[in-house]
């Protein structure tokens, strides 16, 4: 029984992209590496690697070279460093499965029992990294044919995640700040300043990854009903899986009222958002008017009013009540010149 996930750090990924990097690829040519972590039965975490010389002909995939010694002579640097990482399979560049993979995967049985095979796509555009996550994990067992012939060694696929620790993280970040501090955005702003777009950007990758998956069961289903393609039944059982999963929208009216009252509730939180957002914005722009307004007859007031409504002040008396007497020592005159 092989593991059912792969746990994968980000520490490897930056490491496979940092091979690919430094050794000049054509087009045919992969590079290949050691991966080191923990086999805790049902999940393999994969905690660290390091590349490996390996060679192959491009005319004949089962001609290969593998320094095996190599391998462990750095097996035994890295075992002084981490004894807890231990060799647990082998990476490569791919970016899909090669003829000579099984082999391959024969030989690290000499540093572990079950080793497990990830292909890593470091292609810039154009491969797994723009729909998914860019790994893919493999583990050898033996086929069970149905018409009862031999038994043969094939790969069955094993769920990957990338998962990091607290150090990592902080690493990853640091790593996406220099990113888009480099580019033509404001520093930070991945992180910050333009978090809803990357909230934006990050779901149309995930539906354009959801739309890669179904486009690659259509043209799987296609090929089996053409008999192009063997029936696998692990396979159907598992879209099978999936199909029954799926809600049934429309015969099921309780679910479709229920996703009529969430929109329902989403409209009128927008909508009181909104009526809030205008009625401040209103009340900023009467309190601004008032303000003018009161600037303006400070403005217009000659120095000797603000002589008086300054003395005023400082005797405790309100300039309202100055003003009120003023204005009646006035009327009074006025009276008196009538009579």
Known sequence: M???????????????????????????KRVLGVLLGQDNGNTINVANSFAIPFEEDDKDAKTFFLDLDYVEEM???????????????????????RSSDLEITQLFKRFCTRPVMV???????GGRGDTGIPTDAYFAVEEI????????????????????????????????????????????????????????????????GL??????????????????????????????????L???????????KAFKIGQNDSNLVVYLSAMIRTVLALH???ENRIENAQQELEDSKSPQDRANEAAAQAAGVKAEDVARAKKEAEEEKEKEKKK
């Open 2 to 28: 092989g593991p059912t996930h792969s746990v994968i750090h980000p520490l490897v990924l930056l490491s496979v992209v940092d091979h690919a990097a430094r050794v000049p690829l054509s087009k045919n």
């Open 75 to 97: 097996w035994r640097m890295f075992r002084k460093v981490n004894a807890k990482e231990r060799p647990i399979g082998f990476y490569h560049s791919g970016p899909r499965l």
């Open 119 to 125: 292909i890593v796509d470091t292609r810039a555009t």
């Open 145 to 208: 044919k149905d018409d009862g012939t031999a038994t043969q060694r094939t790969f069955t696929h094993v769920s990957t995640s990338i998962e990091a620790e607290e150090a990592e993280e902080i690493g990853v970040e640091h790593l996406l700040r220099d990113i888009s501090s480099s580019s033509s955005a404001p520093s930070s702003s991945l992180l910050t300043t333009q978090s809803l777009s990357t909230k934006v950007t990050s779901q149309l990758q995930s539906l354009k």
């Open 211 to 244: 739309n890669s998956r179904l486009l690659d069961i259509k043209d799987y289903l296609t090929a089996v009903k053409n008999k192009k393609l063997p029936v696998n039944h692990q396979v159907i059982y598992q879209l099978q899986e999936i199909i029954g």
């Open 246 to 256: 799926l809600p049934q929208l429309s015969d099921d009216q309780q679910l479709g």
């Open 284 to 286: 900023d722009l009467i």
